[in-house]
């Protein structure tokens, strides 16, 4: 995908999730920088030479050092889901694990994010 396309469909993506645009290309290793309101930030590389269709650190046999995905924490699975199918954005696996509600998403890079409810815990 040509970097302004790249950096088109990743931009539109995220700011569904609520991101807005920063600065971008900027820096030597060109790079556009979008934040989240809870303060986290994306950086998206723009000069990948790799137009892999899959995610190397999840869909290959061969497993590589990284992190697969990151983890968000949500209060409202159902909120989030119809906030999200409401986007157009597909649901690609839930679980449910001791009282714990995941559910996983992937962006236009095939990256997953991963929306969690955490058990309810007695105090």
Do not use: W
């Not at 697969?68 to 409202?76: G, K, R, S």
């Not at 889901?81 to 690609?92: R, W, Y």
Request: aromatic residues 8%; hydrophobic residues 40%.
């Amino acid at each position: 995908m040509e970097a302004d396309l790249h950096l088109r469909t990743s931009r539109q993506f995220c700011e569904k999730l609520g991101f807005k645009f920063i600065v971008g290309p900027v820096g030597p290793e060109p790079v556009a920088i979008m934040e989240h309101p809870s303060g986290v930030n994306i950086n998206f590389i723009l000069n990948s030479t790799d137009e892999t269709p899959s995610n190397v650190l999840m869909d290959i046999t061969d497993k590589h050092t990284g992190y697969t995905h990151i983890a968000l924490e949500i209060t409202n699975t159902n909120a989030v889901e119809e906030q999200l199918l409401s986007h157009g954005i597909a649901i690609t696996e839930k679980v449910e694990f001791e009282g714990a509600k995941f559910f996983f998403i992937r962006d236009p890079d095939e990256n997953v994010i991963e929306f969690h409810k955490p058990a309810q815990q007695l105090c």
